[in-house]
C-alpha cells in the first residue's frame, strides 16, 4: 500500500496552511472557508457516485482519489491530523 502517498499529501496540505503558495488550489480553498471545502466535498462525494455506477475503473479511482483528497482539505482546515483519522480507523480494524 502506497501510505507515503498519503503521508505526503496530508504534509503538502499542513504545510499550505502553514505556509499559503500563491496559485496552489489547496489554498484557494482554505481561503474560501468551510462552505466552500463542504461544497466542493459534496460535489466530488457525487462525481464518484456517477464513475462508480456508470464509469471504467480508472475514472472511479480518480473520483475517489478526489473525495480523499478534499476529504483531507477539510480535516485540516478543522485542524484535525490526518492521523487522527488513521487511528480511528485502525481502532475499528478488529
Sequence with gaps: ME???IEKLAA???DR?????EGSY?????????NKIVKKLGEENAE?????LTEPKD???GEAADIIYHLM?????????FNELLLELKSRAR
Design 48 to 52: 464518484f457516485i456517477k464513475a462508480f
Design 26 to 34: 489547496t489554498n484557494s480553498l482554505f481561503n474560501a472557508g468551510e
Design 59 to 61: 475514472r472511479i479511482v
Design 12 to 14: 503538502t496540505i499542513k
Design 73 to 81: 482539505v477539510a480535516l485540516e482546515y478543522k485542524d484535525i491530523d
Design 3 to 5: 501510505i507515503d502517498a
Design 17 to 21: 496552511k502553514i505556509h499559503p503558495k
